[in-house]
């Protein structure tokens, strides 16, 4: 049978696993080791792969390609400001996205992903001696479409059939999970190279179900690294009025120097950072050494505010799931950060309960992507992977309203549909606004793209059944359908890379929800409220025109009530006044049409579509039906 493996796509560091007489087995480089650099260097005509290529970092320092996920499947405009920190020389590409350039050269980071890929399989075929074709590969929780897209091509480019894109602390959920029977409630958390993740999830009798997850995608080790960087050339910029920084071989080697100091602080009380030639005195032109000792309370010190971060998510993550800390049976800790002392404390502070360390940081994620590949190709079974959609989704419907289709935190796969209607007379179409966020008001959330469904006939306001469907696959990828139910007419759209969401967004969208609260309340109620009296104002109207016994007597009531309505829609009434205006329009038309049904001529409900004047236009308005 094909084999099929899982891969840890990280920042820093890869790990490819595979299924082995019924255990997930991490599978060695051609080095002999257990982890792959997630690094790639040009040199002269060279192309070089992992470690090699990260030793040879600091006298390549524009050559090697490193930290390559923070910008796969971005845009240039969420990520230049990291971009500018970076050694090598990135640039906006054409498209709007990154483009690595390195000599007269220019790298998407689909394809430089697609070599650390392409390296972590061939090596892995060469020791288990069987070509591998097939893999599962995993990307943090908050990643986005365009992300995980990319990221899936990435594994396309490297030659690989990607099975699936599962999200990491699911991964390592599974690895964990897979021997348990009882029901827990697991909180996974992933402090890795780049991105901090963390999730609570529901696992037992081979079910994983993930509750909620949180996370930011702009904390990591590396950070820790700059921390240091930071404070190192600092201090040798006032000794010597040099920055560090501006050198690229010299930002390399702090670099380099700083990580290893952080590692060496995990178990050891302090750490002396020494580098020799590491830049010319301007005065004097004699070389400057950098020597520095770096106890493990400083750099506490140092990654304090980054650690401070760490909190937000998990509280998120724990109101998200609907759960108080102490029903966390047990903490998973994932990403070689998690292995800094100061991170474990924190952990175990806020939660209030020692984190499981029996499980290797390094490795799980991999292992549980390799379950899942087996899951895919039959060699598991009884086990079930549900994931979840990191912010709700949903569509625009009259009066810029957000109305939700699937909640934040909603198991994925999962496929939604709901009827809605047409708040005009005579649309022939509608325009689907998607949108991603949590603000009531469709200006306030993300717009993901927009389609039309056009082609049906003209029929009364709330007479067509438009059907829309929101599915999203098990890759996190959304497909939007909207069908007209009289017509079967269909349209439909992919969620494509156009439009990307940071996760720096994504918090802020859920935090600007939490703080815009109120606010948003009132803006909807607002909305709902001028709609049901333009609603009824289309309905008063409908039943008059419709009503051919009635003399002009009996309608100028209601059709005075209509103009007044009419004014006070076109201005901005005060709420209080439309439900007002809505009570008397709505007596007035109770009113009329008993007069008419005692009088015989209640004939005039559903009017002909067929009467009612062309109107090719297309509008947005619509509402959900009912
Ligand atoms: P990952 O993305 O999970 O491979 O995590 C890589 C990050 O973990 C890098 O920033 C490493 O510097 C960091 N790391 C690895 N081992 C340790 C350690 N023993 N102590 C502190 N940080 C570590």
């Given at each position: 049978m094909a084999k099929a493996v899982g891969i840890d796509l990280g920042t820093t560091n890869s790990v490819i696993a595979i299924m082995e007489a019924g255990e997930p087995t991490v599978l060695v480089n051609n080095e002999g080791n257990r982890t792959t650099s997630s690094v790639v260097a040009f040199k002269?005509?060279?192309?070089?792969?992992?470690?090699?290529?990260?030793?040879?970092?600091?006298?390549?320092?524009?050559?090697?390609?490193?930290?390559?996920?923070?910008?796969?499947?971005?845009?240039?405009?969420?990520?230049?400001?990291?971009a500018e920190r970076a050694p090598y020389d990135v640039v906006k590409g054409e498209d709007g996205g990154v483009r690595f350039v390195v000599g007269d050269k220019k790298y998407t980071p689909e394809e430089i992903s697609a070599l650390v890929l392409r390296k972590m399989v061939d090596d892995a075929s060469t020791s288990l001696g069987e070509k591998i074709t097939k893999a599962v590969i995993t990307v943090p929780a908050y990643f986005n479409n365009s992300q995980r897209e990319a990221t899936q091509n990435a594994g396309k480019i490297a030659g690989l059939e990607v099975l699936r894109i599962?999200?990491?602390?699911?991964?390592?959920?599974?690895?964990?999970?897979?021997?348990?029977?009882?029901?827990?409630?697991?909180?996974?958390?992933?402090?890795?190279?780049?991105?901090?993740?963390?999730?609570?999830?529901?696992?037992?009798d081979g079910v994983f179900e993930v509750r909620s997850t949180s996370g930011d995608t702009h904390l990591g080790g590396s950070d820790m690294d700059y921390a240091i960087v930071n404070w190192l050339a600092e201090d040798f910029k006032k000794e010597?009025?040099?920055?560090?920084?501006?050198?690229?071989?010299?930002?390399?080697?702090?670099?380099?120097?700083?990580?290893?100091?952080?590692?060496?602080?995990?178990?050891?009380?302090?750490?002396?950072?020494?580098?020799?030639?590491?830049?010319?005195?301007?005065?004097?032109?004699?070389?400057?050494?950098?020597?520095?000792?770096?106890?493990?309370?400083?750099?506490?010190?140092?990654?304090?505010?980054?650690?401070?971060?760490?909190r937000g998510p998990v509280e998120q993550a724990l109101k998200d799931a609907k759960i108080g800390k102490d029903e966390i049976d047990e903490i998973i800790l994932v990403g070689g950060s998690t292995r800094v002392p100061a991170v474990k404390k924190i952990v175990k502070d806020m939660l209030g309960k020692e984190p499981n360390q029996t499980v290797n940081p390094d490795e799980v994620v991999?292992?549980?992507?390799?379950?899942?590949?087996?899951?895919?190709?039959?060699?598991?079974?009884?086990?079930?992977?549900?994931?979840?959609?990191?912010?709700?989704?949903?569509?625009?419907?009259?009066?810029?309203?957000?109305?939700?289709?699937?909640?934040?935190?909603?198991?994925?796969?999962?496929?939604?549909t709901e009827t809605f209607t047409t708040a005009e007379h005579n649309q022939t179409g509608v325009e689907v606004h998607v949108l991603?966020?949590?603000?009531?008001?469709?200006?306030?959330?993300?717009?993901?793209?927009?389609?039309?469904?056009?082609?049906?006939?003209?029929?009364?306001?709330?007479?067509?059944?438009?059907?829309?469907?929101?599915?999203?696959?098990?890759?996190?990828?959304?497909?939007?359908?909207?069908?007209?139910?009289?017509t079967s007419k269909e349209a439909s759209i992919t969620i494509?890379?156009?439009?990307?969401?940071?996760?720096?967004?994504?918090?802020?969208?859920?935090?600007?929800?939490r703080a815009h609260a109120e606010d948003d309340r009132k803006a909807r109620e607002y909305a709902e409220a001028k709609n049901q009296l333009d609603s009824l104002r289309l309905q008063a109207k409908k039943v008059v025109d419709d009503a051919e016994g009635a003399t002009d007597d009996q309608k100028a009531?209601?059709?005075?009530?209509?103009?007044?309505?009419?004014?006070?829609?076109?201005?901005?009434?005060?709420?209080?006044?439309?439900?007002?205006?809505?009570?008397?329009?709505?007596?007035?038309?109770?009113a009329f049409q008993q007069e008419l049904g005692a009088a015989?001529?209640?004939?005039?409900?559903?009017g002909s579509a067929a009467e009612a004047d062309e109107d090719d236009v297309i509008d947005a308005d619509f509402k959900p039906a009912g």
């Amino acid at each position: 049978m094909a084999k099929a493996v899982g891969i840890d796509l990280g920042t820093t560091n890869s790990v490819i696993a595979i299924m082995e007489a019924g255990e997930p087995t991490v599978l060695v480089n051609n080095e002999g080791n257990r982890t792959t650099s997630s690094v790639v260097a040009f040199k002269e005509d060279q192309r070089l792969v992992g470690q090699v290529a990260k030793r040879q970092a600091v006298l390549n320092p524009t050559g090697t390609l490193f930290e390559v996920k923070r910008y796969i499947g971005r845009t240039w405009d969420e990520i230049k400001h990291e971009a500018e920190r970076a050694p090598y020389d990135v640039v906006k590409g054409e498209d709007g996205g990154v483009r690595f350039v390195v000599g007269d050269k220019k790298y998407t980071p689909e394809e430089i992903s697609a070599l650390v890929l392409r390296k972590m399989v061939d090596d892995a075929s060469t020791s288990l001696g069987e070509k591998i074709t097939k893999a599962v590969i995993t990307v943090p929780a908050y990643f986005n479409n365009s992300q995980r897209e990319a990221t899936q091509n990435a594994g396309k480019i490297a030659g690989l059939e990607v099975l699936r894109i599962v999200n990491e602390p699911t991964a390592a959920s599974l690895a964990y999970g897979l021997d348990k029977k009882g029901n827990e409630t697991v909180l996974v958390f992933d402090l890795g190279g780049g991105t901090f993740d963390v999730s609570i999830l529901e696992v037992g009798d081979g079910v994983f179900e993930v509750r909620s997850t949180s996370g930011d995608t702009h904390l990591g080790g590396s950070d820790m690294d700059y921390a240091i960087v930071n404070w190192l050339a600092e201090d040798f910029k006032k000794e010597y009025n040099v920055d560090l920084r501006k050198d690229k071989q010299a930002l390399q080697r702090l670099l380099e120097a700083s990580e290893k100091a952080k590692i060496e602080l995990s178990g050891l009380p302090e750490s002396t950072i020494s580098l020799p030639f590491i830049a010319m005195d301007p005065a004097s032109n004699a070389p400057l050494y950098l020597e520095k000792k770096l106890t493990r309370s400083t750099f506490e010190d140092l990654i304090s505010p980054l650690l401070g971060r760490v909190r937000g998510p998990v509280e998120q993550a724990l109101k998200d799931a609907k759960i108080g800390k102490d029903e966390i049976d047990e903490i998973i800790l994932v990403g070689g950060s998690t292995r800094v002392p100061a991170v474990k404390k924190i952990v175990k502070d806020m939660l209030g309960k020692e984190p499981n360390q029996t499980v290797n940081p390094d490795e799980v994620v991999a292992l549980g992507a390799a379950i899942q590949a087996g899951v895919l190709i039959g060699d598991v079974e009884d086990i079930v992977l549900l994931d979840v959609t990191p912010l709700s989704l949903g569509v625009e419907t009259k009066g810029s309203v957000f109305t939700k289709l699937i909640e934040r935190n909603t198991t994925v796969p999962v496929r939604k549909t709901e009827t809605f209607t047409t708040a005009e007379h005579n649309q022939t179409g509608v325009e689907v606004h998607v949108l991603q966020g949590e603000r009531s008001m469709a200006t306030d959330n993300k717009s993901l793209g927009r389609f039309k469904l056009e082609g049906f006939p003209p029929m009364p306001a709330g007479m067509p059944q438009i059907e829309i469907t929101y599915d999203i696959d098990a890759n996190g990828i959304l497909h939007v359908t909207a069908k007209e139910k009289s017509t079967s007419k269909e349209a439909s759209i992919t969620i494509q890379n156009t439009t990307t969401l940071a996760e720096d967004e994504v918090e802020r969208m859920v935090n600007d929800a939490r703080a815009h609260a109120e606010d948003d309340r009132k803006a909807r109620e607002y909305a709902e409220a001028k709609n049901q009296l333009d609603s009824l104002r289309l309905q008063a109207k409908k039943v008059v025109d419709d009503a051919e016994g009635a003399t002009d007597d009996q309608k100028a009531p209601v059709l005075k009530a209509v103009e007044e309505v009419e004014a006070a829609l076109g201005t901005d009434t005060p709420k209080e006044r439309l439900e007002e205006l809505t009570k008397e329009l709505a007596e007035k038309l109770q009113a009329f049409q008993q007069e008419l049904g005692a009088a015989g001529a209640a004939a005039g409900e559903a009017g002909s579509a067929a009467e009612a004047d062309e109107d090719d236009v297309i509008d947005a308005d619509f509402k959900p039906a009912g």
